[in-house]
């Protein structure tokens, strides 16, 4: 199993839909999420569960990080026992990660980690959680807590903005703004356990100015990348979740600054007539690493 990449690019993809994986495997996107929940109708989740296991064993997507998005614990909404076929046919044929959709509690998360472990998945598969419900967003720094019990699987948040508005009642708002305090709940819980976060996807699919609106302003709150819908979206997505190269050549003089002889040693120092501190140069040795 693949180490997890940075992901600022994740595009979901309808395991029913063999034209879209067959299409995925070549794209570059930094991962893919191959759907059996909502983008699969129920009468072709079984097609969509063993295509899904056929594209992984086929290695078609080898040297790409891949999750597979599962039904979830509700059966009266998933339908019966999908949720349990799905893990019986995904996790041994070796994906990186699982998602786990409508995770509203901490128990919802160990009872999702503990279902991995009952399907005898490897210790490498990582677990990630759609944080979607208002519940989810009030319970998120326990949710996210996972990561730090022994051998937890938790590797990252994935947030599913449309199901989070519906069930919030809110209007459509390109700003949104209603969202934020949910957002940036989830980022302070991610960033408190070491866990990836994903902003939500961008329905309109026509709509590239509020798309890399969208982007922008995921990436000012913290997320480290967006799920994505269509293959346009990708190029978008790595730029705008990716330094510019005036952001990488600032760091680098940052970088070139402290490293200096004369400043061995020093805590705090000027550069281009800005007072920074060393905190702002292991930033900038991180930019320049994920660079």
């Given at each position: 199993m693949r180490e997890?990449?940075r992901?600022?690019?994740?595009l979901?993809v309808?395991?029913a839909?063999?034209?879209?994986?067959?299409?995925?495997a070549?794209l570059a996107?930094d991962?893919v999420?191959?759907?059996?929940?909502?983008?699969?109708?129920?009468?072709?989740?079984?097609?969509?569960r063993l295509a899904a296991r056929?594209?992984?064993?086929s290695?078609?997507f080898a040297g790409?990080?891949?999750?597979?998005r599962?039904?979830g614990?509700?059966?009266?909404?998933d339908?019966p026992?999908?949720?349990?076929e799905d893990?019986?046919a995904i996790?041994p044929?070796?994906p990186?990660?699982?998602?786990?959709?409508?995770?509203?509690?901490?128990?919802?998360?160990?009872?999702a980690?503990?279902?991995?472990d009952?399907?005898?998945a490897p210790p490498?598969?990582?677990?990630?959680?759609?944080?979607?419900t208002?519940?989810a967003?009030?319970d998120?720094?326990a949710?996210?807590g996972?990561?730090?019990?022994?051998d937890s699987?938790?590797a990252?948040?994935?947030?599913?903005?449309?199901d989070?508005?519906?069930?919030?009642?809110?209007?459509?708002?390109p700003?949104r703004?209603p969202l934020?305090h949910a957002?940036?709940?989830?980022?302070?819980?991610a960033?408190?356990?070491?866990?990836?976060?994903?902003?939500?996807?961008?329905a309109?699919?026509g709509d590239?100015v509020g798309f890399e609106?969208?982007?922008?302003?995921g990436?000012?709150l913290?997320f480290?990348g967006?799920?994505?819908?269509?293959p346009?979206?990708i190029?978008p997505?790595n730029?705008?979740?990716?330094?510019?190269e005036?952001e990488?050549?600032d760091?680098?003089a940052?970088?070139?600054a402290f490293?200096?002889?004369?400043?061995?040693g020093?805590g705090?120092?000027?550069?281009d007539?800005?007072?920074?501190?060393?905190?702002?140069?292991?930033?900038?040795?991180?930019?320049?690493a994920?660079?």
């Amino acid at each position: 199993m693949r180490e997890q990449p940075r992901l600022r690019s994740v595009l979901y993809v309808p395991a029913a839909n063999s034209r879209a994986l067959a299409k995925a495997a070549e794209l570059a996107c930094d991962a893919v999420i191959l759907d059996l929940e909502d983008a699969v109708h129920p009468e072709a989740k079984a097609g969509a569960r063993l295509a899904a296991r056929a594209a992984l064993e086929s290695g078609a997507f080898a040297g790409r990080f891949v999750a597979v998005r599962v039904n979830g614990f509700d059966e009266a909404e998933d339908g019966p026992g999908w949720l349990v076929e799905d893990l019986a046919a995904i996790v041994p044929a070796g994906p990186d990660a699982v998602l786990f959709p409508k995770i509203r509690t901490r128990d919802d998360a160990e009872r999702a980690q503990s279902a991995l472990d009952h399907h005898f998945a490897p210790p490498a598969l990582r677990l990630w959680l759609m944080i979607e419900t208002p519940r989810a967003v009030l319970d998120i720094a326990a949710i996210a807590g996972l990561a730090g019990e022994p051998d937890s699987r938790l590797a990252a948040l994935v947030l599913g903005t449309n199901d989070l508005a519906k069930e919030m009642r809110l209007p459509p708002v390109p700003s949104r703004l209603p969202l934020l305090h949910a957002l940036s709940a989830c980022v302070l819980a991610a960033r408190s356990h070491g866990l990836a976060v994903l902003d939500g996807v961008h329905a309109a699919l026509g709509d590239t100015v509020g798309f890399e609106a969208e982007c922008l302003q995921g990436r000012g709150l913290g997320f480290d990348g967006k799920t994505l819908i269509h293959p346009a979206q990708i190029e978008p997505a790595n730029r705008l979740f990716g330094p510019s190269e005036a952001e990488l050549a600032d760091a680098r003089a940052l970088i070139a600054a402290f490293e200096a002889p004369e400043n061995a040693g020093r805590g705090v120092i000027v550069v281009d007539g800005r007072m920074v501190e060393r905190l702002h140069y292991e930033m900038a040795l991180r930019l320049v690493a994920l660079a």
